[in-house]
Structures are given as C-alpha cells and as structure tokens.
C-alpha cells in the first residue's frame, strides 16, 4: 500500500556531512546525481500517460464498455464481471509527476510547473473519472506526511481543484521565463502555446463532463471561448495532444502492433456488431479504413454482408455467423502496426481537436455557449469532417453525399451528434464511454449475458483498499455509495 503513494522512480543519495573541505566533493558520484533532472522527469510523466491511456482505450474496459470491440474468448471485460481494478499505475505516474513539480518548484522554472499541473488535472481527471471518490489531498504523502493510509475526496471537490490548476497552468505558461525544452518535450517540442491550449482545451472537456451537476460549468466554458488570446484552444488537428509511437520496440508501439500482439490478440477480439452496424447505415467511409471485410460468406449463417460485427454478451460468440472466417476483425492494414513509419495516424492520444468540436457542438446544442461564427451545427460538421480528413477519407465521404444522408445530416438531437462523436473517439481514450453513461448515446444492446444494470458506471475500488486502508475506504463507501459498477459518481447523478 505505501508503494503506491511514494515516488517509485527517483532515487536520492544521502551525503554524510564531514569536516574537511573537500570530504564531500571527493566522495560525491558525478554519474548519481542527488536530483533528477526536470526535462528527464517530464517525459517519463508524459510517454507514461500517453501509453497508458491509449491502452486502455484500446485492450482494456474502456473499449468494452463503449462497445467498440467483442471479445470471443476469455469474455469477462465484455460481459462487465470486471471486479475491483487496480490503481497503481495511475498513482505511480502521478508520483512521477508529483516529483517532476517538486523538483520544477525548487529549481524555479515555471514552465515546468505548468506542465506538471496540466499533466496532475488530466491523470488526476481521468483517476476520478474511472472511481468517482478517490484519495486527492491526502495522496502521495507517504514520503513528507508519513500518510500512507489517506482518505478519500469527494468528486465534487477533486474537480473544481482541478480545473483550477489548468487554469494556472494557462497563465504560469503565458510569461514562463524559461523555455520548455524542445528535446524532452515529447508531445509539443518546447511550444508553450500548445501546452496552454491543451489546458484550456482539457478544461472544456471537464466543464461539459461535469455540467450537469456543476452550476458554473457553462459560464466557465464560455469565459474560455469569449477570451482566445487569454486562453487559447485548439484550432487544428496540428494542435492535438497527442504522441507518436516510435514501433522500433513493443512498449513503443501500438498496443495492436504486431510487437505488441499479447496486449491485442485479434484472435480473441472482434469488431462489435453496435460499431460495424453504424458505420454501414451511414455508408460510412471508414468502414474500410478500420474493419476488414469477411474472409468469406460462404457458410454464413445469419448475416451475409461484407462486413459482419459480433454481437456482445452473447452465448458461443466464437461461433457466431459460422465462426471464425465469416465476422470482421479490426484492420490488419490500419490498426495492425507498430507505430511510427508505417502508420503515422496511430498515435496515443490525450484529447483531439476533433473532440473540441463535438463538446462545443454539444453546448451550443444546449443553448447553453455560443461560439462566434458557428453554429451547433457548423460544429458538428467539422467534427465529423475533421474526423474523415484525419484517416483520409474526407474526399470518399463528399463524394459519396456522406452528409446529406438522412442519419447524418444535422437534425439536432443529442443522440445524433454523441453517435457521431463516438464514432470519431474510436480508440482515443475512454471517452467513447465516458459519454455514452452521461448521456445514454448511442443505446446500445449490451446483451444477454451481460452482467449488472447495463453499461458500467465505474471501476470497483481496488482489494487493496479495504484491506489496507480499510477504515477510509468504509468512510469513502458510506458516503458515495455501494461500490460496485452500478453507482453512480457525482457528475452522473
């Protein structure tokens, strides 16, 4: 339990003091220094984070839950038995995280900092939003506190402290009085506006997540929009938060990658039938980019089309359509790589420009922001198009009349637009989940067998925590609620 609050990778020397003028010197290691260096923390934070979560989006309960993929064999995650879930590794790279600021503080380099806290809202964010009530104040203060047992924070207040941190990431980064170092700065090559947009635009994200239950989420998320030069946004693609995978080693390559094939086994995982269904009623172009077609339609025994998707929680999946040759599989030619050269599309992903356009599509929908020059609408639109253009199909979907159709074309309904945006959010991140249980889009069939009241709305707190820290877990339990998948967290109610 201690392990997971302290920091796991920076290691200090303790140098006895002496007498003699030159003791220390003579016996200090040049090559193990007592600090580590802030560029080398940063992109351990960063590579950490962004591998991490595109995990998830991809072989993990994310993608289950948003019902992009069905599994064939070991069927667990699809049929939502899922248990509690381990949080570690999200602590261990907050720790990391927690010394990069440390060390930052201490050598006064703001820009740093800033990064720090940009990187703190959104593992910190994606922690809370994955539990609900989770340690906060008190976490990661083994090492100065001896606490090593903390208690858990309400959501309610995790959030708002978040959201304050970006928003003094944002201004820590408009004068940093120092630069980012290029080298070292994975995502962004040392660009302090890019950090700042990825801030503002984590914010929005937030915002809309929470708005239900937050009464200044909308006023905020206007704030934002009214002032650009105060705090910039994405405006591109070529803003995204995002990391390549360099594919030249596993942990460097997608997790479907052909190094990475223990963490993807096609074998085992099918494109889910709510997926292919709705890309083929809306003649979507990437269709074909994402799903191989069938091997054959010989011996099909329910559906004849080329492309066939597995229906979730079902009996004998691995049977279904006549088994294994006559259902799709996702893209050898696409997602089957290892990264870098070969597909430089398949990144790991924070949050995209694509997505920005769908949240603020959303709050305009509501009547909630306005946008200069747009329309829910317009954005609505460019988040599709932006999507298409992404995996180079914006010229098949124009002239295919793509957006006249009547399933695409904008009628102004919520379903409509969260159907589309989870079809752009396929494999970034969680969010193809984390909308749907906020808003019910798309209304999937989660099946026969699946376990539970639908479509999870959390992870189960982790064994550990009641049996480590068992008297703030019972504490945190009969404030949020039973812990199990079902719950619902602060911003659901």
């Known amino acids: 339990m201690k392990l997971k609050y302290i920091t796991i990778l920076v290691l200090t020397l303790t140098v006895m003091s002496a007498c003699k003028k030159d003791f220390d010197k003579i016996n200090t290691n040049p090559n193990s220094p007592q600090t580590t260096n802030t560029e080398f923390l940063m992109s351990d934070v960063l590579v950490s984070s962004a591998y991490a979560y595109q995990e998830n989006a991809v072989n993990r309960r994310p993608a289950s839950a948003a019902r992009y993929l069905t599994l064939v064999r070991n069927t667990g995650y699809d049929l939502f038995v899922w248990g509690p879930v381990d949080w570690n590794d999200i602590f261990a790279r907050l720790s990391v995280n927690k010394t990069f600021m440390e060390t930052a503080s201490g050598r006064g380099e703001n820009q740093y900092i800033a990064v720090g806290k940009i990187m703190k809202a959104f593992n910190f ?11 906060y104040s008190q976490a990661l203060k083994s090492k100065e506190s001896n606490v090593t047992t903390p208690e ?51 914010r929005l994200r937030m915002l809309l997540r929470i708005a239900k239950t937050y009464p200044a989420a909308f006023t905020e998320m206007q704030e934002i929009i009214n002032s650009p030069a105060v705090y910039p946004v994405f405006e591109s693609s070529s803003d995204n938060a995002e990391m390549a995978y360099l594919g030249n080693i596993a942990a460097y390559s997608w997790p479907g990658g052909p190094l990475a094939m ?29 799903v191989e077609p069938v091997k054959s339609t010989v011996g099909s025994t329910v559906d004849l089309n080329k492309y066939v998707g597995v229906p979730n929680a079902i009996d004998a999946p691995s049977a279904y359509n006549g088994g294994e040759d006559h259902v799709s599989v996702f893209s050898s030619s696409f997602f089957r790589k290892n990264g870098g050269a070969t597909n430089p599309v398949l990144k790991a992903s924070l949050i995209t420009y694509t997505e920005m ?11 909630r922001i306005t946008v200069p020059g747009e329309s829910a ?29 009547t399933l695409v074309k904008y009628d102004g309904s919520l379903e409509q637009l969260i159907t589309q945006k989870w079809l752009a959010m396929l494999f970034k991140g969680a969010e193809g989940w984390f909308d749907q249980r906020r808003t019910g889009f798309p209304a999937f069939v989660t ?10 709305k959390r992870y189960v707190f982790p064994d550990a925590e009641s049996a480590l820290n068992n008297t703030n877990y019972q504490k945190a339990i009969a404030v949020f609620g039973p812990d199990n998948e079902s719950t619902l967290m602060w911003y659901l109610k």
Not at 125 to 135: A, C, E, Q, R, W
Not at 176 to 186: L, M, S, T, W, Y
Not at 358 to 367: D, P, S, T, V
């Open 377 to 405: 609408e317009s954005m609505y639109y460019k988040g599709i198009k932006e999507s298409m253009n992404t995996y180079g199909v914006a010229a098949a979907a124009n002239a295919s009349g793509y957006y006249a159709q």
């Open 152 to 202: 858990y924070d309400k959501q309610e207040v995790i959030y708002p402290d978040l959201l304050l941190e970006l928003r003094e990431a944002n201004d820590l980064l408009k004068n940093p009085g120092g630069e980012i170092n290029a080298k070292a700065d994975v995502i962004y090559k040392g660009k302090a506006l890019q950090w700042r947009k990825f801030a503002n635009t984590l």
């Open 447 to 456: 099946g026969p067998l699946a376990g539970g009241k639908g479509i999870p």
């Open 125 to 135: 964010g994606y922690l809370t939003d994955l539990y609900g009530d989770v340690p």
């Open 357 to 367: 356009c769908f949240i603020l599509a959303e709050g305009m929908q509501k009547g």
């Open 262 to 290: 223990i963490d993807f086994d096609y074998l085992k995982t099918k494109v889910s039938k709510e997926l292919v269904d709705r890309l083929i009623l809306r003649n979507d172009p990437r269709l074909g980019i994402w």
